[in-house]
């Protein structure tokens, strides 16, 4: 009785587990069998592997083939598996090196005609591969590079099954044959929007420089022409190059959802602006069979904008507040729970009512105010609470455009610039502690007794609290907002001035 035994990966979410594959040849009729929880794709992968070696030139012997996938209790989805099927098959047969084949980790789709497909999540899988300690990983060559980025292991890229064959020692002489690779795709050349070219409205350029110096979520409400969009657009290149462990975490998620990844890692933060009608499972993940990351995860490191935000689904928008909190989604299903990264910064954009106009200087609203109510409520309370800063953005006269003109720009250079330096203050202040934005530290951090505010300079916010316009989130949220003013003002701590204008920045709508 012979047997070949190897490695793959099954992921759910981001987190890869390391799978056994073990092949067995036996005696009896001749059949193909995998066991070990497999999915309707995997469990086809009887077909695949067969038709693949034999199109190889390493036919499999037509004896009885059992395949196993431990640990059996975790569930197998995609067709991942197929290379790490099709070589311990051969190496039960004795027609590859069974040493070899143990010691590699193999991750790609078979073709019928023994090529291998580029699969989706590699670099996930290489990463999981890594932490278990894995030194060689095997991919098809489309996937190559995508997996060079992980340091640490060594990436061989294989054609075809033939391919993977002779690295593992079968007697066969190489063929060439044309890898298959991905249809490309096409991506925008336009470069970051530039800050300058927003004309006045000086305060929410201050207001948008803060949510990017701090990390905070940011509301804007305000008629059609006001903005809006033009400044959320413009948040992503306010915030400083992604590091190696961003950059990384970035890189898989898009590899997760089978967009391209280079030969190099993402540096810059994500933009992602679903459109109003996406459902729960496009927003923050989820699908049928393989489990997706959504919006909320491809955003995460960057910037999640909701443009006319009160026409998303209540139930949609409400599916936000987890990720706001933990800064991950996570997607339950029967038999396994998924996490995807989603520390997304949330713009969301809103008009005053349904018309837009309502409040506007040069517009005649129709609305009732039933009408707005229900609007609006279509954020919710406990939503909003857990936005920082809530803006009212208004469309500029003709006297101030033309005061505009010859006022002095702030360019995106310069904004990041500041945005920079009060991160590096913001982290020196937060070394050793499991932070580095103002955004993400805890209340109870920013209320202990070496950071508690005096009492005169907390006076604004403490009144707020008590007369019920601040919820004890949203008390927190206001000090984390004084605490990102001061480094942006180059100071040790919030004093008065920087609670005011922090508490002016959450109640301005």
């Keep these: 009785m012979s047997m070949g035994r190897t490695r793959a990966v099954s992921l759910l979410g981001l987190d890869g587990a390391v799978v056994e594959v073990e092949a067995d040849l036996g005696q009896g009729l001749p059949a193909f069998m995998i066991i070990g ?54 190496a039960a047969a004795d027609l590859v090196s069974a040493e070899s084949v143990a010691r590699v980790v193999h991750v790609g789709e078979l073709g019928l005609d023994g090529r291998l497909r580029p699969v989706d999540g590699v670099l996930p899988a290489v990463v999981a591969a890594r932490r278990a300690g894995a030194e060689i990983v095997m991919v098809p060559t489309d996937n190559a590079d995508e997996a060079s980025l992980v340091p640490g292991v060594r990436v061989v890229g294989a054609v075809g099954l033939r391919d993977a064959a002779i690295f593992h020692g079968a007697d066969l002489a190489p063929q060439p044959q044309e890898a298959l690779r991905r249809p490309l795709v096409t991506t925008s050349t336009t470069g970051t929007p530039e800050l300058a070219d ?50 990384l975490e970035v890189s898989s998620v898009r590899s997760l959802c089978g967009l391209p990844v280079g030969g190099e890692l993402e540096r810059r933060p994500p933009f992602e602006s679903p459109h109003h ?76 009512c349904p018309c837009g106009h309502w409040g506007s200087r040069d517009g005649d609203c129709a609305c009732s105010p039933h009408q707005r109510r229900r609007y609006l409520a279509k954020l919710s309370g406990p939503l909003v609470d857990r936005i920082d800063v809530q803006l009212r953005v208004a469309r500029i006269s003709s006297a101030q455009f033309r005061l505009a003109e010859t006022a002095e720009v702030v ?45 005169g300079d907390s006076a604004p916010v403490d009144r707020a609290l008590e007369t019920g316009a601040l919820t004890m989130r949203g008390y927190d949220r206001v000090l984390r907002l004084a605490w990102t003013l001061a480094d942006l003002e180059g100071l040790d701590r919030p004093g008065r001035s920087q609670v005011v204008r922090a508490l002016g920045l959450r109640r301005s709508l």
Excluded at 70 to 82: E, V
Excluded at 334 to 339: K, L, T
């Design 37 to 90: 929880l497999p999915d309707a794709s995997l469990g086809e992968a009887r077909d695949r592997v067969r038709a693949a070696a034999t199109n190889a030139g390493c036919p499999l012997p037509s004896r009885k083939l059992t395949v196993n996938l431990s640990p059996a209790s975790l569930p197998k989805h995609g067709s991942s598996f197929d290379l790490a099927i099709a070589v311990a098959a051969l």
């Design 411 to 455: 360019s995106t250079a310069q904004a990041r610039a500041r945005v920079e330096e009060a991160r590096d203050r913001a982290a020196r202040r937060l070394a050793g502690t499991p932070w580095s934005l103002s955004a993400e530290a805890p209340g109870a951090w920013l209320r202990s007794a070496e950071r508690r505010l005096a009492v």
């Design 198 to 247: 927003v004309i006045g409205n000086s305060d929410a350029v201050e207001a948008l420089i803060t949510a990017a110096a701090g990390g905070h979520h940011l509301l804007m409400v305000g008629p059609p022409g006001a903005g809006k969009s033009m400044l959320a657009a413009r948040l992503p290149g306010l915030l400083p190059d992604l590091d190696v462990d961003a950059a």
């Design 277 to 352: 009608t996406c459902s729960a499972a496009a927003l923050v993940g989820g699908g049928s069979g393989v489990l997706r990351p959504g919006a909320a995860s491809r955003a995460s490191r960057g910037v999640l904008f909701l443009d006319e935000a009160p026409e998303f689904a209540q139930t949609v928008l409400d599916c936000l507040r987890q990720p706001l909190e933990s800064g991950e989604a996570v997607v339950h299903r029967s038999r396994a729970v998924a996490r995807f990264p989603a520390r997304f910064q949330l713009v969301a954009a809103a008009n005053p």
